[in-house]
């Protein structure tokens, strides 16, 4: 089917974006990332006053190599793209490095105070994804594999030889939960923050029928040209099974107040299809357990800092003693 864009906004603007009336709510609250009105939005916003952790963005020279620890913000090369870093917290600590995972449409800088918060009691490095943040723009369509070579390039640049542990909003948890079964010798835990299901194409086809009308209809259009590469970071994403990482400690949070419920007529099938697809992700480990931040909605380490702090911990802690 040929999809016409939308006559407003870009994609994730429309994902992004405050809205003032029922339809624009409807049409914002997507499956990708649902930073609107009664969705966490106005908690959302007040992540752009937040200290980005200080240091301001640098190249690094020709004299500072892999094993030069990054302090601040800072660009590495990967791949031959340039990859915005952020890293804090002890550099000489032992243990896992925590590798934080924003969602679509986000960059590092949203996660600032959860990185900040972590970093007190542990190392832990963020990044924008290309074509998201600071970061050089995809020069094409993106695959998961071409995501995920430039995850290792920056895991190898931050951790060195040491374990990862990856902990990922919406759409970043969806890509480290695709990472990690073929990445078990780098990645010993994850932490999935309402993390996008791995279905969530034939979920969204499924729940809203092609025979749908209205906000309903131009939800499911617009959601749909977003998997099939029509976003900022032109990251084509397929429905696919859920593989074993072995049992590494896994972590799944699902949010607690419904927000896809907003969707006239068909928001419920959204909101069960997104319970299942939190479910699903179980099967990552032999060690995952699921819980439900009952207070959150789409955002869960804003709308509730210290669960995020404290299952991340959790995980990092456990993925230490396994070493």
């Known amino acids: 089917m040929r999809l016409t864009p939308a006559p407003t906004l870009s994609l994730e603007d429309l994902m992004l974006r405050k809205t003032r009336t029922s339809v624009a709510a409807a049409l914002c609250c997507t499956v990708l990332g649902a930073g609107v009105t009664g969705c966490g939005a106005d908690k959302l916003d007040k992540l752009d006053d937040w200290d980005p952790l200080a240091s301001a963005t640098r190249t690094p020279t ?25 890293c804090s917290g002890d550099p000489g600590k032992d243990g896992p490095v925590i590798i934080l995972m924003h969602g679509a449409g986000d960059g590092l800088d949203k996660l600032a105070a959860l990185q900040k918060t972590l970093s007190e009691r542990n190392r832990v490095c963020s990044y924008d994804r290309l074509g998201s943040g600071a970061s050089d723009q995809p020069e094409g369509p993106q695959d998961l594999a071409g995501t995920g070579e430039i995850l290792t390039g920056v895991i190898g640049r931050v951790a060195g030889d040491r374990p990862a542990v990856l902990a990922g909003h919406s759409l970043g948890g969806l890509i480290a939960a695709r990472y990690a079964p073929d990445h078990q010798d780098r990645v010993k835990g994850l932490v999935l923050m309402d993390a996008t299901p791995s279905t969530m194409l034939d979920d969204i086809k499924k729940a809203i029928p092609e025979s749908a009308t209205g906000p309903a209809a131009e939800l499911r259009a617009q959601n749909l040209a977003v998997f099939q590469g029509q976003n900022p970071e032109k990251l084509v994403i397929p429905d696919g099974k859920v593989r074993s990482a072995g049992d590494i400690p896994v972590e799944v949070i699902r949010h607690g107040q419904p927000y896809l419920a907003a969707v ?40 509730q800092p210290d669960l995020a702090v404290q299952a991340i911990e959790r995980v990092t802690e456990q993925a230490a003693r396994r070493r």
């Open 62 to 86: 020709a004299t500072q190599t892999a094993a030069t620890p990054i302090s601040g913000t800072e660009k590495i090369t990967v791949a031959g793209r340039s990859v915005n870093v952020s």
């Open 264 to 303: 006239p007529k068909y928001g419920p099938r959204l909101e069960k299809a997104w319970a299942e697809g939190q479910r699903k992700w179980l099967a990552l480990s032999s060690a995952a357990k699921l819980g439900t931040a009952k207070d959150s909605g789409h955002y869960i380490y804003v709308d």
